[in-house]
């Protein structure tokens, strides 16, 4: 905001004590440039202002026309030569176009020609052009003493009537020439210094409406992640801390009883380590672990291979969340027996192929359930509580393989759209190989199942490239524009599997 114009302000105030019209004593200054200064200088109680709206009118194209060259019916008049031949018709179309017409009608209207055969002729000597005479009026004034006038005008389409926005101004309670800067804070220097006592503070503006408030926008992935927490709070169980992404291989796979000869201990599938390469130490029931791998013992014979220290050292970026449930386990196994229900939402790590369905990570949605109760029979039946408070209620299951579950299962959901039994998840009952040697009893059980995140999200998200859901090239216009929250709370079977099988209440 210019000083210069509120000081003009100030200045005209003090010598003329009043400005009636802002816009008729600023010509060249625009209404909102105006209104600017003036809120500036009364929120100081320098002036006091009313709005006026002024109503002009202002000339049109054609009325701009007949105010240069004379109203038509003045131009096609000087165009008849006096005397009784005239002039032909034809001759003004040729010379005035479509004002010919115009000009000739209004001009018999004021008895000025008149037609004669196919020519037109004059009635009188001279004539006075008032309709550019009031053109003239409504362009220096902004109106004309008549309405008829002002009413013939407009309906000729020569003048428009226009609102203009207008100040009348007046000097203030605080008035003065001067302009003072005005502190918005309250600084530590001013009340150091004294100064606050001499400053001159702005007011608050009430009427202002503050900046629109930026929240934050939840990603999908932790949107459905969210889902998933709820069911597994609602049926018990406690999450797991995932905070560790860097793990022992022995945390990630030997406590786990997966061979160290085995292909996902591979560099093609796991992501090593170059710095540091190796844990410090491991903890002390490695020996345990190593004589089940080599020697076997609770039933088993083991793999019966050189187990070694060092692989079981090399740190990996955990390639799933079962390494957090082994160690939870083995915490477990430290207390009084409890039965226990863990789970675990969070990034794993596997060195793949990139492709649009496939990232070197992924978030592994996982539960475990330790009861001497437990059997496979238990685990099937509380997946299918667990789907079905997912929306999915018909499973099946298919024998599968994992070194370090014993049956292991994989979960099934049937795809009506693909008219076939897709898998969802993985399952199993750990093997004794791995829950004795972190101290479980004999008779504690433990079911554990896992399931990706990010394939529910894509297909209730409507995502079908991984890379616009996860990485540098997610859009973060799609994370804003993404409902805080569906109304649709059971995920049901599309999430699953790409459409809508079953509405679920
Ligand atoms: N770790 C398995 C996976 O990565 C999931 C799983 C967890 C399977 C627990 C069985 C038991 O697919």
New binding site residues.
């Given amino acids: 905001m210019s000083d210069e114009l509120k000081l003009t302000i100030l200045r005209k105030l003090d010598s003329e004590g009043l400005i009636e019209n802002t816009t008729a004593t600023f010509k060249d200054v625009s209404v909102e440039t105006i209104l600017g200064a003036l809120k500036s200088l009364e929120s100081q109680e320098k002036i006091a202002y009313d709005t006026l709206t002024t109503e002009v009118w202002t000339i049109e194209a054609e009325g701009k026309d007949q105010l240069e060259n004379g109203s038509y019916e003045a131009q096609v008049f000087e165009a008849v030569p006096p005397g009784n031949e005239g002039i032909s018709i034809e001759a003004l179309k040729a010379k005035f176009g479509a004002k010919a017409n115009l000009g000739q009608g209004k001009g018999f209207k004021n008895k000025w020609i008149k037609k004669s055969g196919s020519n037109i002729v004059r009635l009188v000597d001279s004539i006075t052009d008032q309709t550019k005479a009031d053109l003239e009026t409504v362009h220096q004034t902004g109106t004309h003493p008549s309405k008829d006038v002002i009413k013939d005008l407009k309906r000729r389409s020569l003048i428009k009537q226009n609102k203009i926005l207008s100040y009348a101004v007046r000097k203030g309670a605080n008035f003065s020439t001067e302009l003072k800067r005005q502190a918005t804070d309250l600084t530590l220097e001013m009340l150091q210094s004294g100064a606050w006592k001499s400053a001159e503070f702005k007011k608050f503006n009430f009427d202002s409406l503050g900046i629109n408030p930026s929240g934050g926008h939840l990603h999908p992935l932790m949107k459905v992640r969210e889902e998933f927490r709820e069911v597994f709070f609602e049926t018990g169980f406690e999450e797991m801390p995932t905070n560790n992404f860097v793990d022992s291989s022995f945390w990630n796979f030997d406590a786990l009883f997966v061979p160290q000869q085995h292909p996902a201990r591979d560099l093609q599938d796991t992501f090593f380590l170059k710095e540091p390469a190796v844990a410090n130490s491991l903890p002390d029931f490695w020996p345990v672990v190593r004589d089940v791998h080599e020697k076997g013992g609770y039933g088993s014979i083991g793999y019966r291979y050189p187990w070694s220290e060092a692989e079981s050292k090399k740190l990996v970026l955990r390639t799933?969340t079962?390494s957090i449930?082994t160690y939870m386990l083995h915490k477990l196994a430290q207390q009084p027996y409890r039965p226990a229900k863990y789970f675990s939402i969070d990034r794993v790590y596997r060195n793949e192929a990139v492709d649009a369905k496939h990232l070197a990570e992924f978030h592994?949605v996982?539960g475990?359930i330790a009861d001497k109760n437990m059997s496979l029979g238990s685990l099937i039946d509380f997946l299918d509580i667990f789907f079905k408070k997912m929306g999915i209620s018909d499973l099946r299951f298919k024998p599968t393989y994992?070194p370090?579950?014993e049956p292991?299962m994989e979960i099934f959901s049937w795809h009506e759209g693909l008219r076939e039994w897709v898998e969802i998840g993985?399952?199993?009952m750990?093997r004794p190989e791995m829950l004795r040697p972190l101290g479980l009893a004999e008779d504690v059980r433990v079911a554990?199942?896992?399931l990706s995140l990010e394939r529910p999200t894509m297909i209730k998200y409507g995502i079908d490239n991984i890379r616009a859901l996860v990485g540098h090239k997610v859009d973060l216009g799609m994370i804003e524009a993404n409902p805080a929250c569906r109304l649709d709370k059971k995920m049901g079977k599309e999430v699953f599997q790409g459409r809508v099988v079953e509405a679920e209440s």
Avoid: L
Wanted: glycine fraction near 18%.
């Fill in positions: 799933h079962t449930s592994q996982e475990v994992n370090y579950t292991s993985n399952s199993g750990f554990g199942f896992g």
